[in-house]
């Protein structure tokens, strides 16, 4: 069971819509799986994360974690793989199976949840098909539906990641990963310190497996590779990421508590 530390309102007090009054688009019948990063501990987030993992922090009443699986089901996404780390017997405890929230979740652990990100996405590939198509997200990321939906009807696309060209948050413009976007609409540059950026990575991609084949050597130089590490490595191996421009939609990177308290207001606005 879940510590007492961590109170939510009962799931049958929200509706189950995801975020109320956003654009929604039609979209047709899909598969398609979705790989959730949830291992992290949030140290930003102290002391808030004490006692349970970053994605289980209540956002008017429900974990953070439960508010992007309610999008990706809205989107018809409902085969979902969660890669836990921290405390990740909560969030197994919490989530189960996936049936009670109407989705099939299943999940990877990663024993080294405190080095880079590509760690966490490397434990999910055994739950991946060979040459399989999948949408990746990040656990502390609110997302308006129809920039999940924007990725899958851009699936010839891939790989792909949706990029804001309007960002218009400074504090998430300052935390954010930049990316510098052609003329053609491809990423030539990705990373925190860039100076010359033309858009802010959503954190919502749409891959397949030559990221992984960048990961194996991205670790070669460092046991701390990051996503944006293998991204880097598939430009300079000339397989740029298409950027997939979702500007005007609602996102928010979830990382301090200002963060937090923002997510309530605008959530708050939507009821």
Not at 20 to 28: A, F, G, I, M, R
Not at 104 to 122: E, F
Request: hydrophobic fraction near 40%; charge should be negative; aromatic fraction near 8%.
């Amino acid at each position: 069971m879940l510590s007492n530390t961590l109170q939510f309102k009962s799931r049958t007090t929200w509706p189950d819509n995801g975020l109320k009054n956003l654009s929604k688009e039609s979209v047709s019948d899909r598969t398609m799986r979705a790989v959730i990063l949830a291992a992290g501990r949030g140290e930003r987030l102290l002391p808030l994360t004490k006692n349970y993992p970053k994605p289980l922090t209540p956002v008017l009443g429900k974990p953070l974690l439960e508010h992007i699986i309610e999008t990706l089901k809205e989107a018809m996404v409902t085969d979902i793989v969660i890669v836990t780390g921290y405390l990740n017997h909560f969030i197994q405890e919490y989530f189960g199976d996936g049936s009670k929230f109407h989705v099939k979740i299943r999940y990877a652990y990663n024993p080294v949840y405190k080095n880079g990100n590509a760690t966490s996405l490397k434990v999910a590939r055994e739950l991946l098909a060979e040459d399989e198509a999948f949408l990746l997200l990040m656990s502390d990321h609110l997302i308006d539906v129809d920039i999940v939906n924007k990725a899958l009807r851009n699936v010839d696309h891939k790989p792909l990641l949706c990029v804001d060209r309007q960002p218009h948050y400074s504090p998430q413009i300052k935390d954010a990963t930049r990316v510098l976007v052609n003329s053609e609409g491809y990423i030539t540059n990705i990373g925190k310190d860039l100076v010359h950026w033309n858009g802010v990575d959503t954190g919502v991609f749409l891959l397949d497996n030559n990221i992984f084949e960048e990961m194996e050597e991205a670790e070669k130089l460092s046991h701390f590779a990051t996503i944006s590490d293998c991204i880097t490595g598939m430009i300079t191996n000339g397989k740029p990421l298409w950027a997939c421009d979702v500007s005007k939609l609602f996102w928010l990177d979830i990382d301090t508590v200002d963060d937090l308290e923002r997510a309530k207001r605008i959530l708050r606005e939507e009821r």
